[in-house]
């Protein structure tokens, strides 16, 4: 066991994709500059009293103590419950752990849209798996291995509760959702966004961002919390997906494990799936998985390629007016602000996240960053002054994967 590991886990900007990855769609990501460290070291017998983990923070509240085979007692939306699911899950596939205190600093605002939660459960189980030394053994070497999209595919089943290869399933979090946060966190190159996609999953390419251009993050206020009030609408999205699957196999007797894979079977898969589905919110719930993945990606990744900011702009604009007329995950606030984004001048803008709440991004020259976000936010809070004491802004890149922190740095990164 090691004296102590740490590991920085950044959020990531989904920039298009929504609602796509747990479906086998593709997914156009980075990571973003702000992240969470988590820093794990071994808790004395007598400091740990029967705990088995021990968890603290100056960014998040609380101080959360976790002992084996009890469960905690967390409301729902706590950040201790993604340390919980990434800890209970661990033990379950790997063996006890070494009782451990992990200290957590951030500048990742919590349920932004940015996905502070995935990024939670995966610092929490990277710098706990390194204390344990479960890189070391022989079935993290043969399931996982060095591969950082498998690490990303085990890593949001220990948050979705579902099983990853031989590494069985146990409760999650409570939403059913997929790995591109997993994936954007762990896979992402600096300066590029990555199009990744998922049945099976894979990285098809990096695309670069021009290097004078930075993102513009609002948070809209309202919380994008998916333990909390949104879980039920997110997991609302997923299950018609399951449901327009599981009509496809049944008429047509095939097996296939995604939407995706679905409508990509055959020539003609598309309309024979719409014209055997009879539910009208189903219909329209894979009319807009069809644009969003296999033509809004593509087609703004290869705008990206060519240099083609108006053609970026226009695409995410086009799958900004989607997710809010098919998809149905905007609410007013998200709305405005890709609206208002565009007004003020930036080149594209739209939501991300599961939706129900969080934030939009804006793209913009890098020069004119801190006055348009200025200007984003009192426009924002103009226009819906309840939300202005959770509303904020935040400049971002498109930054570094998730990197282990080595000892000397340490000390900084857990003092907080």
């Not at 769609?25 to 990571?31: D, K, M, Q, S, T």
Request: glycine share 10%; proline share 4%.
């Amino acid at each position: 066991m090691s004296e102590a590991a740490a590991w920085r886990v950044p959020g990531r900007v989904e920039v298009l994709g929504k609602h796509t990855d747990y479906a086998g769609g593709n997914v156009l990501v980075c990571a973003a500059s702000q992240a969470v460290t988590a820093v794990a070291r071994p808790l004395t017998v007598r400091d740990a009293a029967g705990c088995g983990l021990r968890a603290r923070s100056a960014a998040f509240p609380g101080t959360v103590s976790l002992v084996p085979g009890v469960e905690p007692d967390l409301p729902a939306g706590h950040w201790g419950r993604y340390v919980a699911t990434a800890w209970k899950r661990l033990r379950a596939n790997f063996g006890a752990l070494p009782p451990a205190e992990l200290t957590f600093s951030s500048d990742l605002p919590l349920a932004s849209g940015m996905s502070s939660s995935s990024a939670l459960v995966v610092a929490s189980a990277l710098a706990l798996a390194d204390l344990a030394g479960l890189r070391e053994t022989e079935l993290w070497a043969s399931e996982l291995g060095d591969d950082r999209l498998a690490w990303a595919s085990y890593l949001a089943s220990v948050e979705n509760g579902s099983t990853f290869r031989s590494l069985v399933g146990r409760a999650g979090v409570g939403t059913r959702g997929g790995s591109e946060d997993h994936t954007g966190m762990l896979c992402s190159h600096p300066g590029q966004l990555g199009q990744f996609g998922f049945d099976p999953v894979a990285r098809h390419r990096h695309v670069p961002l021009p290097h004078d251009h930075v993102f513009v993050v609002a948070v809209s206020g309202v919380s994008a919390e998916k333990t909390g009030a949104a879980l039920a609408d997110y997991n609302r999205a997923s299950d018609a997906t399951t449901a327009a699957l599981s009509a496809w196999n049944a008429a047509t007797g095939r097996g296939d494990r995604s939407l995706a894979a679905a409508v990509r079977s055959t020539p003609d898969a598309l309309g024979r799936l719409m014209a055997l589905l009879d539910d009208e919110t189903l219909r329209t719930r894979v009319d807009h998985f069809v644009r969003e993945s296999e033509l809004f990606v593509p087609a703004a990744a290869d705008a990206l390629e060519r240099g083609d900011l108006t053609g970026f702009g226009a695409v995410t604009a086009t799958s900004q007016r989607l997710a809010e007329t098919l998809l149905g995950n905007q609410v007013p606030e998200t709305i405005a602000l890709a609206r208002t984004a565009r007004e003020l001048g930036a080149v594209a803008a739209s939501a991300f996240g599961a939706g129900f709440g969080g934030s939009v991004w804006a793209l913009l020259a890098r020069s004119d960053a801190e006055s348009f976000a200025t200007a984003w936010l009192d426009r924002h809070t103009r226009g819906f002054p309840v939300r202005a004491a959770a509303a904020s802004v935040i400049v971002t890149e498109a930054d570094r994967a998730a990197e282990r922190v080595h000892a000397s740095a340490l000390a900084e990164a857990g003092s907080l």
